[in-house]
């Protein structure tokens, strides 16, 4: 059964840093992280696929910095200046599939919450 475990989520004042942590049971050819605050939808806040191909969400594309070891099939989000509209449960996310042609399945882990506030 293919885990992916997540570390790092707490509680920051708004400007402050935190580091994400998501490492798979197997590797994946993308990982990403989601958030989903209350009330609100899940959204996509950054992907970055084995080759190093990285996507991020307008609202923090110049404060927060995705990673991964591909040795460790870890993926990790650096997060600065963090706002109180960055407050919410973050997901990780990994995909994988065998060739390009293949099924797609997708995994997500449990959730770490974010909160900034003062």
């Known amino acids: 059964q293919v885990q992916l475990v997540e570390s790092g989520g707490g509680l920051v004042q708004p400007g402050g840093s935190l580091r994400l942590s998501c490492a798979a049971s197997?590797?994946?050819?993308?990982m990403g992280w989601y958030r989903q605050a209350p009330g609100k939808q899940r959204e996509l806040v950054a992907s970055?696929?084995?080759?190093?191909?990285?996507n991020y969400e307008d609202a923090v594309k110049d404060r927060f910095t995705i990673s991964r070891d591909n040795d460790k099939n870890t993926v990790y989000l650096q997060m600065t200046n963090l706002k109180p509209e960055d407050t919410a449960v973050y997901y990780c996310?990994?995909?994988?599939?065998?060739?390009?042609?293949?099924?797609?399945?997708?995994?997500w882990g449990q959730g770490t919450q974010v909160t900034v506030s003062s």
């Open positions: 197997r590797s994946m050819y993308a």
């Open positions: 996310n990994g995909k994988f599939r065998r060739t390009i042609y293949s099924t797609i399945y997708e995994y």
């Open positions: 970055i696929t084995s080759g190093g191909l990285i």
